[in-house]
């Protein structure tokens, strides 16, 4: 975090010189200084999650898998897929800064908003498996592809892979 680091030598500027209790106080300012800097961060990681999750939440109510469902299946399998809701963030004082932090850390809200993607595309898998429940996943393997004849490989594995299990039913991907 940039702040601490802008910080640092001004609290071993405090420490070294024997300055904690000199007047005015240096302890303010540099609380300030922390909270701002806290402030930022929790905001911004806070705001990826919302990005992220108003890109989930706008995915699944394009799903004509999702639209089949009634409201109480959406309700258990966004609970059961953790995407139901985001963790509280209070941002205002230094309070509530510090009351956020002691529920989430600011590394739980990257790693949140990292997850959700994925906890969105398993919504909508145990959506259609809720629907069709002989419905297997097939997993689309990941490649790059730098021309045709490559794309035409994946192509054809994929299509082979697809066919093999739609002989034992509804596939999804």
Request: charged share 25%; hydrophobic share 45%.
């Amino acid at each position: 975090m940039s702040g601490s680091a802008e910080v640092r030598p001004e609290v071993e500027a405090v420490e070294s010189n024997r300055t904690l209790l000199a007047d005015p106080d240096p302890v303010p300012g540099l609380v300030d200084k922390l909270t701002d800097a806290l402030r930022a961060a929790l905001k911004e990681a806070h705001s990826a999650c919302t990005t992220a999750h108003d890109a989930g939440i706008a995915a699944l109510d394009a799903s004509p898998v999702w639209q089949q469902l009634l409201p109480e299946q959406r309700y258990e399998l966004l609970t059961k897929n953790r995407v139901r809701a985001l963790p509280a963030v209070a941002i205002g004082t230094t309070e509530e800064i510090l009351g956020t932090l002691s529920t989430v850390k600011l590394n739980e809200l990257r790693a949140i908003s990292d997850a959700l993607p994925a906890r969105f595309t398993n919504a909508v898998t145990d959506a259609a498996k809720l629907l069709e429940p002989k419905a297997q996943t097939v997993a689309l393997p990941s490649v790059t592809v730098r021309d045709e004849a490559e794309l035409q490989a994946w192509l054809d594995d994929v299509k082979a892979r697809v066919l093999t299990k739609l002989k034992d039913g509804p596939v999804i991907l």
